[in-house]
C-alpha cells in the first residue's frame, strides 16, 4: 500500500459530503490501494452533524480509512492537505442580489484560499464544487499565489456524465460506448453540452442524431437538469455531483483511460480563444498528474457561438467579483 493522503472536504455535514464521504472512505477517490486520512471542515453550526458522520464512517470499518478530525478552522482543516474538495458555499436565498451572492462567497472561498496557500501539502490539488463553482475556484487560487492556478478545478464532471447518459438514452446505447463527450464552458444554464467530437461504439454521434433534437432538447436538457432534478426530488443533485467529484479527482490523480477525455473547469492558458486565466469547461486529459487542454479540436460555429456566450458569462462573474474586491 501507498502512502496515507489527507482529503479535506468542506461542507461535510451538507447533502454532498454525506454522499461523497463514504466514496471516499472506501477507496472510489483515489483508488484500492491508497490510504486515506479525511479532514471535515464545516462551520460551526454544522460541526454536530458532522460529528454524527463521522461516528457513520467509523461504523464503515473501513479499511483504508486511517483518520477522522473534525475543525471549523480552514487554517487546521487544510493542514497537510493533498485534495481539497470545497463544497461547502452560499446557497443563493430567496431575493438575494447575485453581487450578494458572489461577496458571500468570495468571504468563503477566499480565506479557504489562502488557508490551502499556507497550510496544505505541495502537491494540493482541489476541486470546488460550491456554486458559482467556476467563479469561486477562481477566487481561490487568486487568493494562493503560491499554489499553481493549474491546482485549482470547478467541477464540471456532473454536466459531462449528464450529457453522456442524454445521449446514451437517446441512441440506445450503454454508457460505456460514448467517448469524447464535450461541456464547455461555466457550470450554469449558459453551457455548452457538445456532442461534435463523440462517438458512439466507434461511430460520430452527429451522424445518429439530427441538429433538431441537439439544439431543442439535448442542450437544454443538460443545462436545466439541475432545476429538473430540485423539481423532482425537492432537493438538489447530491449522490449524482458527490459521484462527479470522485470521478473528477479520480481521473485527474490516475489519469484518463487512452483514446478518451473528459470534461474538467480548468485555468484556461487561451486555448480555444478563451481569455487566460478564467476557470471554462474543457475537454481535457490528465496523464495522472495534470490536467491538458485537448488541443486541435476544430470548432463549428454552433461550438464558437457556445464558447462565446460562456466567455461573456464567466466574465461578467470575473469582473463583478472584481468590483465587489474579493478578486
Ligand atoms: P448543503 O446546503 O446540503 O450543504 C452545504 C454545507 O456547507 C452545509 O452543511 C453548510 O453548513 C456548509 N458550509 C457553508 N459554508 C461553509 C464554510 N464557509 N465552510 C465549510 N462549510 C460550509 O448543500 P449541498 O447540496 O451539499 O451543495 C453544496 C454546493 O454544491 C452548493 O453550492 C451547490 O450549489 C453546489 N452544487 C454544485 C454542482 C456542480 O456540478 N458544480 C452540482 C450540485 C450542487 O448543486
Known sequence: TKSPVTVTVTGAAGQIGYALLFRIAS??????DTPVKLNMLEIPQGVKAAEGTAMELNDCAFPLLQEINIFDDPNQAFEGAN????????PRTKGMERADL????GGIFGPQGKAINDHAADDIRVLVVGNPANTNALIAASAAPDVPASRF???????HNRAIAQLAEKVGAPVADIKKMAVWGNHSADQYPDVSYATVAGKPAADLVDAAWLDEYFVPTVAKRGAAIIEARG??????AANAAIDHV???VNGTPEGDWVTAGVASDGSYGVPEGLVFGFPCTSNGGEWEIVQGLEISDATRAGIERNIKALEEERDAVRELGVL
Open 83 to 90: 485534495v481539497g474538495l470545497l463544497v461547502g458555499a452560499r
Open 102 to 105: 458572489l461577496a458571500a462567497n
Open 153 to 159: 478545478t470547478a467541477m464540471m464532471r456532473l454536466d
Open 235 to 240: 432537493a438538489s443533485s447530491a449522490a449524482s
Open 27 to 32: 477507496g472510489a477517490l483515489l483508488g484500492p
Open 250 to 252: 479520480y481521473n485527474w
